[in-house]
């Protein structure tokens, strides 16, 4: 077999967490040790129940592995746009994790906690990175950015519009497209990790995956193109910075209880937004990090990526 024989058949049985690890055997097999390590780590993390002393080295173990550079082969899917735009999702499996922050992480608000266990039981698809200029331009038609770029963000995006774009896409390809859920992002974002970036609990472990403003509000000063940075152990891009990015659901206040393919309540005024951006300091770029903002609110580093649920 091939990568891409392996890929395909994970996408053919999304719900089969074995061939991942059966995938990483043959990643070893070829000499391909830093990608099949990170597989295995990924896979191992995403369905661990406990902390342990075990689980805390394999999560070191992965987050030093992306601060590397190491890019785990994704299982990705991709919808034509335009003759030279695509949108490429990748497909983010089944697994449990931690939602929320620790009491201890610094800059922590109190909407992110108690931190609790979420089981994430259907497989789904999100966009590796957030939609771009050149996305928009191709199923909207307007390009109304300040910061001007076909590989940039598209920003300056309400919740009405990212909705909008969705439901464009959905007719365009009969396929439901849609904002992903509050957990299906963080679970996405995190990818095993549990720590305050994918990559470490440091400011610093996140200057190479996230961009934001490293001093006061506004001093990175703009956007940058997609993808430029290194990406999580799902093949996704920033996730920690560029520009906060719209979910489907408004805010669910937290419980210590486990919870099971949550979502916030419906809403015609709210939504979460999620991911930190250009604009704002690290703290707001934590994997934790959560805001309730009307649906109408239209700044300049906001954004949105799509989900595609397995169907």
Not at 96 to 111: K, Q, T
Not at 224 to 243: E, F, I, K, Q
Not at 271 to 286: N, Q
Request: some cysteine; charged content about 25%.
């Amino acid at each position: 077999m091939t990568e891409a024989d392996f890929l395909l058949a994970i996408q053919a049985e999304p719900y089969d967490r074995s061939v991942w690890l059966i995938f990483s055997d043959w990643l070893e097999e070829h000499g391909r040790l830093a990608e099949a390590r990170l597989v295995r780590l990924r896979q191992q993390l995403i369905e661990q129940e406990q902390p342990t002393p075990l689980r805390d080295q394999q999560q070191r173990q992965l987050c030093k592995l992306l601060r590397a550079g190491v890019r785990v082969p994704a299982a990705t899917t991709g919808l034509q746009l335009a003759p030279r735009v695509s949108l490429v999702l990748s497909l983010i499996s089944p697994g449990v994790f931690l939602m929320g922050s620790l009491s201890h992480e610094p800059d922590r608000y109190e909407n992110e906690g108690p931190r609790h266990r979420v089981r994430m039981t259907r497989p789904y698809y999100l966009g590796i990175y957030p939609v771009t200029q050149a996305q928009w331009q191709s199923v909207m038609g307007t390009t109304l950015f300040r910061f001007r770029g076909a590989d940039r963000p598209a920003e300056g995006i309400n919740a009405y519009d990212a909705e909008s774009f969705c439901q464009r896409l959905s007719e365009r390809f009969g396929r439901r497209i849609r904002l992903p859920t509050e957990a299906e992002w963080e679970y996405a974002c995190r990818g095993g990790t549990q720590t305050t970036f994918y990559t470490g609990n440091s400011e610093r472990s996140l200057r190479r995956a996230g961009w934001c403003s490293r001093t006061t509000p506004g001093s990175a000063r703009f956007t940058r193109r997609v993808g430029s940075l290194l990406p999580n152990a799902w093949g996704l891009y920033d996730m920690h910075g560029n520009v906060r990015e719209w979910c489907a659901d408004d805010q669910r206040d937290y419980t210590e209880q486990e919870q099971t393919d949550p979502r916030g309540p419906e809403s015609n005024m709210y939504r979460i937004v999620r991911g930190g951006s250009w604009y704002y300091t690290a703290e707001d770029a934590r994997s934790a990090s959560r805001y309730q903002r009307p649906m109408d609110y239209r700044l300049e580093y906001y954004g949105f990526r799509v989900a595609m649920p397995v169907e």
